[in-house]
């Protein structure tokens, strides 16, 4: 057993206990104990121990962990699971605002992270609700579909109501039972939504059936109608929407587009790579050659270095040329060129998001803001596998080429101070379906570039926000999006 003293002097010395960065990246104490398993899979770990698996952690942590130095001192013995002693494994500091400064420490399944990341697969109907009321009388409502999934080819559409999941009641009824039906936990299981469609009164039963669906994170690409306004909806920064975001952005080149509405409200980030190509795609090469899209700054321990990549730590640029996540490496990006971009936000914008916003920034391209605030994340990591789990654990923060990460507590459009960015304050439009002209927040930027004031401030006005608080919900939605898919991500 390692007490609480041994914890204490074990976390005191790892600085000294950091081993030379070899030719293929750095090698630290803790890799004496990764994949040293209680449960080793064939071929790929080693027959070891639950203290293995936790004094990986704790190491590892003590290395890599942003905030190290906030970590509290705590006993691994008294935790019966790494993840309940990784979910502690973490700083207990507050934002401005009163949030929790790291509230986006999580694990996934190894090999669910591998299917996930890569392919946009994950079980499920092709359908993303969106929470208003979590609590109480519960709300929940259809967000988006995603093309060629089961959702697709069902009598359902954006801003329907479910009433009922397998005949029970969603306001008041058990959460589990809801639950189990809304987020099925394997493909082929069979639920039935009773549903209210926008605008009716009579209800209508709607059953699904669960399947391994591919989400379609670039979609209704176009330019709106008797404009010269390009739109398309962005949900995901996953592999396959770097191919989806070049065949975008060239379509709209295309079309002759002068202006490019960006909906990131339900896009909660991934890899920062895509957001890079994005911003360059908007940009183009005059405005962000030579330039630094985003530069990374790890803990103390590492003030020139990547400790994870092995490398001396240089900004992240524009990237001019696809970085081979779904497009081959080297080829050409198209670009826009524009000096403006409007970006469509609330809570669920995120992360790498939040690095398009903060990137273009940072080289004086105008962005407008419109929707609510930003979920305020400028923070960011590696994935770590160890023993069939991937954890992530916030490593480096990221800043713009002005310097600036300082939005802990988001964006806000037509907000004061260091993160307010103009724009309007529009609430989620439920009764529109994204991309028609006539859906609040994309007509409030159709009537900014029309030269039009802002509509009268509706959704949430700035307040400090409490992730999954009733008060948020009553603004803007809850996105059911997974964890990994709310994050800053680096390719190792």
Known sequence: ?????????????????????????????????????????????????????????????????????????????????????????????????????????????????????????????????????????????????????????????????????????????????????????????????????????????????????????????????????????????????????IQAIGQLKQLGVTDLVVDIRYNGGGFLAIASELAFMIAGPAATGGKTFEQLAFNDKYPNVDPVAGQPLT????????????????????????????????PGTCSASESIINGLRGIDVQVIQIGSHTCGKPYGFYPADNCATTYFSIQFKGVNAKGFGDYPDGFVPNGTGVAGVPGCQVADDFDHPLGDPAEARLAAALGFVAGQACPAPTGLQAAPRTALSAAAAASDPILTKQPWRENRILQR
């Open 315 to 346: 900004p992240t640029p524009f990237f001019s040329t696809a970085v081979n996540l779904s497009a081959p490496r080297g080829q050409p990006l198209p670009s826009l060129g524009l000096n403006r971009v409007f970006v469509l936000t609330g």
């Open 1 to 245: 057993m390692m007490t609480r003293r041994a914890v204490t002097a074990l976390t005191g010395t790892l600085a000294a206990l950091l081993l030379s960065c070899g030719g293929n990246g750095p090698q630290f104490a803790s890799s004496q104990f990764a994949n040293r398993c209680a449960a080793p899979r064939a071929g790929q770990d080693v027959q070891g121990s639950l203290t293995d698996e936790k004094t990986w952690l704790r190491m590892w942590t003590d290395e890599l962990y942003l905030w190290y130095r906030e970590v509290p001192n705590l006993d691994p013995a008294a935790y019966d699971t790494t993840l309940k002693y990784f979910a502690d494994l973490k700083t207990t500091a507050k934002t401005p605002s009163g949030n929790d400064k790291d509230r986006f420490h999580f694990t996934i399944p190894t090999a669910q992270w591998l299917s996930l990341s890569g392919s946009g697969v994950e079980v499920g109907y092709g359908v993303q609700w969106a929470v208003l009321v979590p609590t109480g009388q519960r709300d929940v409502r259809v967000a988006y579909i995603d093309p060629n999934t089961p959702a697709a080819s069902a009598p359902i559409a954006r801003g329907a109501k479910v009433l009922k999941v397998d005949g029970v009641d969603v306001t008041s009824g058990p959460a589990a039972a809801l639950n189990a039906g809304l987020f099925p936990a394997a493909a082929g299981e069979n639920h039935t939504f009773t549903i209210q469609d926008v605008g009716a009164t009579a209800t209508h039963d709607v059953p699904l059936t669960s399947a391994n669906v591919t989400s379609t994170p670039v979609q209704k690409v176009q330019k709106i109608p008797n404009t010269t306004v390009g739109y398309m909806l962005f949900n995901d920064h996953i592999a396959t929407s770097e191919k989806l975001l």
